[in-house]
């Protein structure tokens, strides 16, 4: 077994929790190699890239968060690959386990104890009125919002090329059951199961209070435009990166991507003991 790593090193106490994973990697006889940014920044060596690590190893190990997770995912990019996430603190939604159960899910791994889960991505296109186009995957989320204006965005919601509603609000999210428990869920969206196939629709702070989150299967193709242009810059995101500014006429088309993120999980945690956990439900 050869375990690819992946560390936030800005978070407090990546270098511990990293220089533990090493010394039980290696009391278990276990290969591993380390991408390059964490490699320099922690260790002072030479490591690979990221999409390097899953093509070369079995499982990727990533150290930090939920937002360590995302940015991972978005850089090791298209791979069957198991990821498992180790939370530097408290357990995270996406993470398999806590800093301090890293014995355990070393263990598990070596005895084939654990369970892989597939969650589902995102794909968003987008479509300028020149017709070039650039194509984005999410874990998450995909948001239109309104960036650092006051004013509300005007979009144009389409399913399956029915109009669904012209929205006015602070922004729009279009979130996967994963993304379910982030942005979507603040914003007032319900939680959907990880299994679910759909996709949830939910404004950001609409100026109508009939506006409301809409739970949708996630065969369908949602189409956003936006129907307003001003001076003021109304800004495009992918689980709260790659922000680009949208111009006039640009439209987004929003469906399930062929990629899955392979997850990690204990075989004694579930989803919904997570939520127990982090919701402080029942205490």
């Known amino acids: 077994?050869?375990?690819?790593?992946?560390?936030?090193?800005?978070?407090?106490?990546?270098?511990?929790?990293?220089?533990?994973?090493?010394?039980?990697?290696?009391?278990?006889?276990?290969?591993?190699?380390?991408?390059?940014?964490?490699?320099?920044?922690?260790?002072?060596?030479?490591?690979?890239?990221?999409?390097?690590?899953?093509?070369?190893?079995?499982?990727?190990?990533?150290?930090?968060?939920?937002?360590?997770?995302?940015?991972?995912?978005?850089?090791?990019?298209?791979?069957?690959?198991?990821?498992?996430?180790?939370?530097?603190?408290?357990?995270?939604?996406?993470?398999?386990?806590?800093?301090?159960e890293m014995e355990v899910i070393?263990?598990?791994?070596?005895?084939?104890?654990?369970?892989?889960?597939?969650?589902?991505?995102?794909?968003?296109?987008?479509?300028?009125?020149?017709?070039?186009?650039?194509?984005?995957?999410?874990?998450?989320?995909?948001?239109?919002?309104?960036?650092?204006?006051?004013?509300?965005?005007?979009?144009?919601a389409y399913i399956n090329g029915d109009l669904l509603n012209h929205y006015r609000a602070d922004g729009l999210i279009v979130a996967t059951p994963t993304g379910s428990t982030a942005y979507s869920l603040a914003a007032g969206g319900p939680l959907l199961s990880p299994k679910a196939q759909n996709f949830v629709i939910t404004p950001i702070c609409p100026h109508s209070l009939t506006n409301r989150s809409l739970v949708l299967s996630d065969s369908c193709v949602v189409e956003l435009r936006q129907t307003d242009f001003t001076e003021d810059s109304t800004v495009f995101t992918v689980d709260g990166r790659e922000l680009i500014e949208l111009p006039a006429n640009a439209k987004i088309l929003v469906e399930r991507s062929e990629r899955t993120l392979q997850l990690v999980r204990l075989e004694a945690r579930s989803f919904y003991s997570t939520l127990r956990s982090k919701l402080h439900w029942g205490q």
Request: charged share 20%.
């Open 1 to 100: 077994m050869k375990i690819g790593i992946i560390v936030n090193p800005h978070k407090s106490g990546a270098q511990s929790t990293l220089n533990t994973l090493l010394e039980l990697l290696k009391k278990n006889s276990i290969e591993y190699i380390i991408e390059e940014d964490s490699a320099r920044t922690l260790l002072a060596e030479s490591g690979i890239t990221a999409g390097e690590l899953a093509k070369q190893c079995d499982y990727i190990a990533v150290l930090g968060g939920d937002g360590t997770m995302l940015n991972a995912v978005s850089r090791i990019g298209q791979t069957t690959t198991p990821v498992v996430g180790i939370n530097i603190g408290t357990l995270g939604f996406l993470t398999s386990c806590k800093d301090d």
């Open 106 to 156: 070393i263990d598990s791994l070596i005895a084939g104890s654990v369970r892989v889960v597939p969650r589902t991505l995102l794909k968003a296109t987008l479509t300028l009125a020149d017709g070039t186009s650039s194509e984005h995957h999410a874990l998450n989320e995909i948001t239109i919002n309104r960036g650092q204006t006051g004013r509300l965005v005007s979009i144009d």
